[in-house]
T-cell receptor, first 113, second 115 residues
Framework: GESVGLHLPTLSVQEGDNSIINCAYSNSASDYFIWYKQESGKGPQFIIDIRSNMDKRQGQRVTVLLNKTVKHLSLQIAATQPGDSAVYFCAENMEGGSEKLVFGKGTKLTVNP | DGGITQSPKYLFRKEGQNVTLSCEQNLNHDAMYWYRQDPGQGLRLIYYSQIVNDFQKGDIAEGYSVSREKKESFPLTVTSAQKNPTAFYLC??????????????FGSGTRLTVV
């Protein structure tokens, strides 16, 4: 069945370091992936997305890598700042399928000053 | 500014009572969704609607009901049949025009507590 999971529930980094958050997915038919950031008591905020016809996409300080061979997704945050502290979720969607966005359990990122 | 509004932010319910959570969007989005989030967990889909007067069950629809009489509104009722309703509820809407972002917009959530 569809499921999206994360390798680590928590990640702690020093301010200025690069962060890498990983995600595994199981539905090989999924063709659209999104990373969200969620701060405590708030709704998820879009960070970056990637379609299955790409293996890398860059945004401002963030990069998403997609490895379809092993069904793995990662989010890289460059020069991590205290404001990056939050829970990060990956989500997958199958365009033209059930129209459901399936979320992983999340990784809590803590940035130490 | 366009957006999606959930109300109330905090809600307390006595056991055995039904309660309705509001979700309104002025983004002209066709699809709307309800998710439930438990502490330390990801979001699980309760119900979704791709068009007015139509909706489908998500993965955890038991004990919940929805309606979609207007494009802008997708209220969620948590019924007394929902055995563990205490959670953070998130509403989202989606456009299929992917000019920017993921097309999904989330509300700020309603925290429901059963007392």
């Amino acid at each position: 069945g569809e499921s999206v999971g994360l390798h680590l529930p928590t990640l702690s980094v020093q301010e200025g370091d690069n962060s890498i958050i990983n995600c595994a997915y199981s539905n090989s038919a999924s063709d659209y992936f999104i990373w969200y950031k969620q701060e405590s008591g708030k709704g998820p905020q879009f960070i970056i997305d990637i379609r299955s016809n790409m293996d890398k996409r860059q945004g401002q300080r963030v990069t998403v890598l997609l490895n379809k061979t092993v069904k793995h997704l990662s989010l890289q945050i460059a020069a991590t700042q205290p404001g990056d502290s939050a829970v990060y979720f990956c989500a997958e969607n199958m365009e033209g399928g059930s129209e459901k966005l399936v979320f992983g359990k999340g990784t809590k990122l803590t940035v130490n000053p | 500014d366009g957006g999606i509004t959930q109300s109330p932010k905090y809600l307390f319910r006595k056991e055995g009572q039904n309660v309705t959570l509001s979700c309104e969007q002025n983004l002209n989005h066709d699809a709307m969704y309800w998710y439930r989030q438990d502490p330390g967990q990801g979001l699980r889909l309760i119900y979704y609607s791709q068009i007015v007067n139509d909706f489908q069950k998500g993965d955890i629809a038991e004990g919940y009901s929805v309606s979609r009489e207007k494009k802008e509104s997708f209220p969620l009722t948590v019924t007394s049949a929902q055995k563990n309703p205490t959670a953070f509820y998130l509403c989202a809407s989606r456009t299929y025009d992917l000019g920017q972002g993921s097309g999904y917009t989330f509300g700020s959530g309603t925290r429901l507590t059963v007392v």
